[in-house]
């Protein structure tokens, strides 16, 4: 593998060469569990799926970090809105985010800590970075803890800007600060807050700062240096900026690699629940399946803008479904897969072009495209009956698809943590097989009209039924379900 990575950091692409041979430390901010999760906010954790199977492919072993953000100012203020205590609004959040990563193929991460659950090391933290003399108490005896940005000469460097450039945020609350520019490490209980959302510290109760939060995770389970930290490009700044900032500050080296997903946007702007724009995942899945959604995801490079609409995404889901196709009816014919996931494809058998794509920076258009014209040359092979040609032309198929987390014949498409849709192929098989049994019978003692009235019946229930040299093979609305 000669895999090549934009950095964000170096602004360049880079060959990508990892800190300790054979093996990859992976960081992705996880979500803010506030609200239910859209398909902007999980496109990270398909982009960065992505990224950790291609690394698995080439033989690495990853250890993959995905965090939850379980306590901040949004998860308190939507909580209170909703009238539930924040840590139960946050749990179930939490299980709404994790149940969209399912259901769109998601790996599982090595390990998906909390911000809660790891406070000491937060406040560990903390005070190295007071001793160090870039961090301060502030003295207004609020209990905040800020980052003194201007004994950092390098912040800036991940986003390119100068400090004296630099806005604060509006909303930043200035108390206590020596300089606007400064951000909190940890932020003094507020009697207007719930008592459960505070932790003792030498400061004071209070709670960690957002950008500390990450820091220590990734410290924890990756250590002072790994490879790759990922997220969206608007973690960019000022999160990952304050994160490079606090983690270099106290003497750790940190991350290698910067990597950055762009938005999904709706009518030019970032797709967010402020906007009202929001398409939360289950209600998406309605429309297209799960698989058919991480399709329309993958098949977008992961540092391009994409402008979310439904004829885009039916579009990209009729795309996949010519790939499904093809997969089948070759598996049917071969044996070289089912839908209860055996006959896996072989690791390994992938077309030069596909290769070369995903090692250009994760080039999934091209990979793609790779697929698709793998699959052209399939069809063609498919006139001719079983063959060695077609085995090996299935074999490289479901590959490339498995690199990108879509083979269709995975049992993570077959069950229900692939979605509901997904897991009532084996009800219907069962429906639709003992019909379609009814139809062979009527067909075998020449009752025609009674073969014929089983068809149209399944054809009245959106069910349309081809026969193929192999027998019947049936679709739903035009799509294997």
């Not at 206590?176 to 932790?199: C, I, M, Q, V």
């Not at 090996?392 to 498409?413: E, H, I, Q, T």
Request: charged share 25%.
């Amino acid at each position: 593998m000669t895999l090549r990575l934009y950095d964000t950091a170096s602004r360049q692409i880079r060959d990508f060469v990892p800190l300790s041979e054979g093996n990859v430390g992976l960081y992705l901010c996880g979500l803010t569990v506030q609200s239910e999760p859209h398909v902007g906010h999980i496109r990270s954790g398909v982009n960065f799926d992505v990224l950790r199977r291609w690394l698995e492919h080439g033989g690495y072993q990853v250890t993959y970090i995905r965090n939850v953000t379980d306590i901040d100012d949004k998860v308190l203020l939507s909580s209170a809105e909703e009238q539930r205590p924040w840590w139960a609004h946050a749990y179930l959040h939490e299980r709404n985010a994790t149940s969209a990563y399912d259901a769109l193929g998601c790996l599982p991460p090595t390990y998906e800590p909390r911000a809660t659950g790891h406070v000491p090391e937060m406040v560990e933290l903390i005070a190295a970075l007071v001793e160090a003399g870039h961090a301060y108490a502030a003295e207004d005896g609020s209990g905040d803890v800020y980052f003194d940005v201007r004994s950092w000469p390098s912040y800036g460097e991940l986003s390119g800007q100068r400090l004296d450039d630099m806005q604060a945020a509006e909303d930043a609350d200035p108390r206590g600060k020596r300089d606007p520019h400064d951000f909190a490490l940890w932020k003094g209980h507020k009697p207007s807050e719930p008592a459960t959302a505070s932790w003792p510290t030498p400061w004071g109760r209070g709670r960690p700062g957002w950008h500390l939060e990450c820091s220590a995770m990734a410290q924890k389970y990756l250590g002072a240096e790994f490879d790759i930290h990922g997220g969206g490009i608007d973690l960019q700044f000022p999160h990952h900026e304050n994160e490079i900032a606090q983690s270099k500050a106290s003497g750790h080296r940190f991350a290698r690699y910067w990597m950055h997903n762009a938005w999904i946007t709706t009518s030019g702007e970032k797709m967010s629940k402020s906007l009202g724009n929001s398409l939360l995942v289950p209600a998406v899945v309605q429309r297209v399946r799960p698989i058919e959604l991480r399709y329309y995801l993958v098949a977008a490079h992961y540092r391009s803008h994409v402008e979310f609409s439904f004829e885009a995404l039916d579009d990209a889901a009729a795309a996949f479904r010519r790939i499904e196709g093809y997969v089948e009816r070759a598996a049917e014919l071969t044996g070289g897969g089912d839908r209860a996931g055996q006959g896996a494809a072989p690791a390994g058998m992938l077309c030069a072009d596909f290769a070369a794509a995903m090692d250009d920076d994760l080039g999934t258009p091209a990979a793609v495209a790779a697929i698709h014209d793998n699959v052209r040359q399939g069809n063609k092979l498919l006139a001719d009956g079983p063959s060695a040609a077609l085995r090996g032309n299935l074999a490289c198929v479901r590959s490339m698809l498995g690199v990108l987390g879509l083979d269709p014949l995975s049992p993570s498409w077959t069950t229900s943590s692939g979605g509901e849709q997904q897991g009532l192929r084996g009800a219907l098989d069962l429906i639709v097989g003992a019909l379609l049994q009814q139809r062979q019978e009527a067909r075998e003692r020449r009752d025609f009209a009674a073969a014929d009235t089983v068809r149209d019946q399944l054809q009245a229930a959106g069910i349309e039924v081809a026969d193929t040299p192999s027998g019947p093979r049936w679709t739903l609305e035009g799509r294997a379900p």
